[in-house]
Structures are given as C-alpha cells and as structure tokens.
C-alpha cells in the first residue's frame, strides 16, 4: 500500500507549498515519463556542494584529495540508502508495477536516488540555506563520525570490510595473465565477489597493484563507492 | 612579471574582503603548500551546481542524461580555460618557478583549476547568490548558445570536431586484436591521436563500439571532456 506524501513531509518537517513537486522526487522512472530523474540531477549537485562546504570547514588542514574521499563516502549509494531508510521513504515511493519487487542492490539505488530527488524538491520549493539545513540534519552523525584516515584504507582492505559488515564471503583474487618483459610487466587481476555476476577486473605493474584495482572496481560494481 | 591581484579583482569587479583568499585561489600547487587546490575543491561544487540549476531551468523538457552531457560541456577543462583567457587570469597566476614556462594543455588545466578556485573564494568571501551571479555572467554567452543536438554528437564525431578546430591532424583507429568465437567477439581498438602519448584504447562487441570508445578515451586524455 503506497502512503501518502503528505505523512513523509510531516516526518521530514517540511511543508511543500507544492506538494506535487514533493510526489514527483518520489517517482521512479518505472512508472512513465514524469519522474524523479531531473530533480535527482539537480538535488545531487546541491548534496555534493552542501557536504563540500561543510567537509571544507569541517577539515581545515586536509588536502583536495581528502575532502573528495571523504565526500564520496557522504554521497556514495550506500549511505544515502541508510538516510531513505531512517527516513522511512520505502513506503512512500511511487514504484511501476515491475519494479514494486525489486529488491537488494537495486532497491537501495532506488532509495538513494529519491534522497537526492528530495533535496532538490525542497530547494525548488524554498531555497538553498532550507536545502542545506536538511542535508546537514540528516548527516550529522556522519559527518561527526568522519574519520579522516577511514578514507586512506585502500581498496582491498575497504571491500573486506564492506563484505564482513553484510556477512557475505570474502573475495577471492584470480591472476589471469602477466604481459610484458620482466622490468615491465603488466598483471590481470580478476576479482570473483558475490553481488557481482561479471568479474571485476584490475591491471597493474604489480599484482598487488592490480588487486587493488580489481577490489576497486568491485567496490564501484557494488555500488558501494563512485 | 606577476601582476597585484587587486588589479585583477577590479577588473573582474569583485571587491575582496579579504583579499588573501583571491590570492590564495590564483596560487598553484607547484608555490608550496598553501595553494588553491582547496579552493577549487569547494568552487568546483559550486560551478557545478549553478550550472546544473541554470539547465534545469532553461531545458525543462530535457532528460537527466541531457542535463548531465550539457553540464559536462560547460565545466570541462577547455570551457574553463577559455574563461580564465577570457578574464585574463593568466598574468597573474602564482606559479613555481618550474611551472613558470609550462605550455599548452598543461597551462590550460592550470588556468581552468584556478577558476574554479576564484569561484570557492568569491563564494567564502561573500555568499552563494553572489558567487552565482559571476558564475552566470562568466557563463552567459555559452549557455544561450547551447544546443542539445550537440551533445548527442558521437565521440568520434566530437573529436573529429575538436581536432579540425585546432588544425590539428585527424585520428587514426587501429583494430589490436579480437578475441572471442564469431557470435560473441570483443574489439580491441586504440586511437593515435596527435597531443597524446600513450595512444586511447576502446573496447567493444562490434568494431564501431571500439572506436567509440577509444574516442571518448581520447577526449578525455586531450581534457576536452571528462
């Protein structure tokens, strides 16, 4: 049963004065023409400037290079489908009939998705500085819980984590094939995970740089980093 | 001769509160530690989401896959660098003195990141509306000539397009290999494209697809697309 969207904006706290902008960012594509994709578009480069800014503040002695990192781990899929779901938008999304089932990796993009869709409701309907207000409430603990050496953990040791923390089997890391003369030599890395039905694969000048590739990709192929 | 910022500031009509920070945006990484990279981190945000908001607005019928290619256009490396040409940024460039007589392509990435850093500093210096309002009239000319057939130009075609521009040679595809049985076969194609030293790769089901590919790799080794 779909509920509706007036209940979730009480929740949110915020009064649409167009409630029906409100409907659309909850709208998937499955259900026609009218969805949430163009307000997703906008509401993540609202989400990404928010926690820029704030990250810019927040880590006045970090590098370009840790802000991204850290930035990506605040917009990746995986946390904005636990935001939909503290949210409790599940009940509320406007689902076409093949998509009402779906469930695992692509219902979180779903969720994820309408999160973004929902900012850029709220800026359409009020303005920046509410946009952000919300963002930052519903980031805070997050954003309180950065950890800057978290982003420097590398690829491999981020995707066994990934996997222990759902309870899903290790990855394994198959050599394919080595090119090249000894002093130069290019290593194939395929990565087997479960979730992920084709292969990720890593090259590298060493075969634990390209592992760290493969566990890379397999982390982009799991949704769970950009 | 590296000229006072504050000439600059007048002329791009900002007038700084703190004028360190302007300072601090035109300083490359190559000067030491405290450089504009920062800077362009946060003003890369916000370019991003001016841009996105100004399209949405403006194309209210095009699709998020429209939206994002235009967006793509307008904050690549080559729009901003013409921008930065345009304002005149280069005289006053804060460069180490290996930086000092870099050229072409290199010069160009240099002058579009210290756009973006002018923007992080606009936007610190006062706020979000009138970081916006420098950003649209940087952008103006280049939004009112956008054309959405553009972006539905194929990579090889955008490349073609890019390299007669410069007067520069056309690309040439060479097929490396195929691998698989006939029903399902893999292309491998590289690109030699003058500018670029290890020459693009393209991979795909059909000979076409490769080439493709290899161009898009190709536009984005030359930083004409990301």
Same mark, same amino acid.
Not at 185 to 190: G, K, L, V
Not at 216 to 225: D, G, R, T, W, Y
């Given at each position: 049963?779909?509920?509706?969207?007036?209940?979730?904006?009480?929740?949110?706290?915020?009064?649409?004065?167009?409630?029906?902008?409100?409907?659309?960012?909850?709208?998937?594509?499955?259900?026609?023409?009218?969805?949430?994709?163009?307000?997703?578009?906008?509401?993540?480069?609202?989400?990404?400037?928010?926690?820029?800014?704030?990250?810019?503040?927040?880590?006045?002695?970090?590098?370009?290079?840790?802000?991204?990192?850290?930035?990506?781990?605040?917009?990746?899929?995986?946390?904005?489908?636990?935001?939909?779901?503290?949210?409790?938008?599940?009940?509320?999304?406007?689902?076409?009939?093949?998509?009402?089932?779906? $469930?695992?990796? =692509? +219902?979180?993009?779903?969720?994820?998705? /309408?999160?973004? @869709?929902? %900012?850029?409701?709220?800026?359409?309907?009020?303005?920046?500085?509410?946009?952000?207000?919300?963002?930052?409430?519903?980031?805070?603990?997050?954003?309180?819980?950065?950890?800057?050496?978290?982003?420097?953990?590398?690829?491999?040791?981020?995707?066994?984590?990934?996997?222990?923390?759902?309870?899903?089997?290790?990855?394994?890391?198959?050599?394919?094939?080595?090119?090249?003369?000894?002093?130069?030599?290019?290593?194939?890395?395929?990565?087997?995970?479960?979730?992920?039905?084709?292969?990720?694969?890593?090259? $590298?000048?060493? =075969? +634990?740089?390209?592992?760290?590739?493969? /566990?890379?990709? @397999?982390? %982009?192929?799991?949704?769970?980093?950009?």
């Amino acid at each position: 049963m779909i509920k509706p969207v007036s209940d979730l904006a009480r929740r949110i706290g915020h009064n649409f004065s167009d409630e029906s902008l409100f409907e659309l960012a909850l709208t998937h594509r499955s259900c026609g023409k009218k969805n949430n994709e163009r307000l997703e578009f906008l509401g993540d480069s609202i989400l990404n400037f928010v926690i820029a800014d704030d990250l810019f503040a927040r880590f006045p002695s970090a590098k370009e290079g840790e802000l991204s990192r850290l930035r990506a781990r605040m917009v990746k899929g995986v946390t904005l489908s636990e935001v939909a779901r503290e949210l409790g938008l599940g009940d509320y999304l406007r689902l076409g009939s093949g998509e009402l089932k779906s $469930g695992g990796y =692509r +219902r979180d993009s779903i969720l994820a998705d /309408a999160v973004e @869709a929902i %900012i850029g409701a709220i800026y359409l309907d009020s303005d920046m500085e509410t946009a952000r207000s919300y963002i930052l409430s519903w980031f805070d603990e997050r954003l309180k819980n950065l950890d800057m050496n978290e982003s420097l953990k590398d690829s491999k040791t981020r995707l066994q984590e990934f996997l222990q923390s759902r309870r899903l089997p290790l990855p394994t890391y198959d050599l394919i094939k080595v090119e090249g003369e000894a002093h130069a030599q290019t290593f194939y890395i395929e990565c087997q995970v479960q979730g992920v039905d084709k292969a990720p694969k890593g090259t $590298g000048s060493s =075969r +634990r740089q390209a592992e760290q590739e493969a /566990a890379k990709s @397999a982390l %982009i192929a799991l949704q769970v980093e950009k």
